[in-house]
């Protein structure tokens, strides 16, 4: 698969070379060499640059696929992604059959959103949150299922800002079930914001994250952006809004059914969740996934499966994600 790399055949055998004219050195090697010495680490060879070339040594077998993979990285630096370690680690499993390589893993996908202060874009960073994207962009109603750290939450956030800044809609609504530990909101101290804040902070620290924590606060406080628990959804009409439910596994499939038919006319909903992190008490059913069952014929609405291959935390969390799915650990209320 050689998209145009230049390598000097006249290298012994075990050897090989690519051109670096016109690319950020400095982003395809890391700090301190951090990412030349992870490749390192798994082919066992070496890797170096002098002047406007890199040369790797090594088993002769690997070379061409270290070759692919550094092409790629180097298309990606291009192209303006942050190559770091859960970068690199997705490539190399792609390219290792990991995963079957695609046209979609190959090129990086257009930006989706600048974060603030920066002009560095959000951009997919796997295969199965570009199909999340395109769903999202496909579908009124999305369901998004998956580990975590791969990114259900941050990228529905980032695709609402989006429609948001576009004026697609009008508003973002956040809402999450109030299921945390066996506790209420009755419980907890303050008026209904002050309740809800610890149920809606991953939302909330999405938001930051993308758009600066003082922006937010002047959103929320002109109801641009709503946060709202799951129980104060019943009996609304929601227009011309982008509505996100996160941790939907935590809800019934009453709940469920009831957020469902919230949705207005120039609406789009997605809903996130881990089925693996269910903390309904006793035996009740969830609704995320009891609803496959029921709407996965239905013209408008995705499911997309996420999993350990779209982690892009840090890197141990795949790791750690794989280990409990191979000892068949659900959830701590199984």
């Not at 170096?48 to 990285?73: F, H, M, N, W």
């Not at 994207?133 to 369901?143: E, K, M, Y």
């Not at 002050?194 to 109801?223: C, E, F, H, Q």
């Not at 935390?313 to 199984?334: E, Q």
């Amino acid at each position: 698969m050689s998209r145009g790399r230049k390598i000097d055949k006249a290298l012994p055998q075990g050897e090989a070379s690519l051109e670096l004219d016109g690319v950020d050195q400095l982003s395809l090697v890391g700090p301190v060499d951090a990412n030349l010495r992870f490749l390192e680490s798994r082919f066992g060879g070496t890797i170096t640059v002098r002047g406007e070339r890199l040369y790797l040594k090594g088993p002769a077998s690997e070379l061409p696929v270290v070759q692919e993979i550094l092409t790629d990285l180097i298309e990606r630096i291009r192209h303006g992604q942050l190559v770091d370690e859960v970068t690199l680690g997705y490539v190399w499993d792609q390219y290792h059959g990991v995963g079957e390589v695609t046209a979609a893993d190959a090129a990086e996908g257009e930006p989706l959103l600048f974060t603030s202060g920066s002009r560095v874009p959000v951009r997919v960073k796997t295969a199965g949150q570009q199909a999340y994207i395109d769903a999202i962009r496909d579908h009124d109603v999305v369901f998004s299922i998956g580990p975590a750290g791969t990114g259900k939450t941050f990228l529905a956030v980032v695709m609402a800002m989006d429609y948001l800044k576009r004026q697609l809609v009008d508003r973002i609504v956040l809402v999450r079930p109030a299921v945390e530990a066996g506790e209420q909101l009755g419980f907890l101290p303050g008026d209904l914001q002050d309740k809800i804040n610890p149920y809606l902070r991953p939302l909330y620290d999405a938001l930051s994250d993308i758009t600066g924590a003082a922006k937010i606060a002047r959103m929320l406080s002109s109801g641009v952006i709503e946060a709202s628990p799951l129980a104060y959804m019943r009996g609304r009409t929601l227009n011309n809004a982008f509505v996100i439910l996160d941790e939907a596994q935590n809800t019934t499939v009453g709940q469920m059914k009831m957020f469902l038919t919230r949705l207005g006319f120039g609406s789009k909903a997605v809903v996130t969740g881990d089925v693996t992190q269910i903390d309904l008490p006793g035996s009740r059913e969830s609704g995320l996934v009891h609803v496959r069952s029921i709407l996965a014929e239905t013209e408008g609405v995705a499911f997309v499966d996420l999993d350990g291959r779209d982690v892009v935390r840090h890197p141990l969390v795949r790791r750690i994600v794989d280990a409990f799915d191979a000892a068949g650990v659900v959830s701590d209320r199984d």
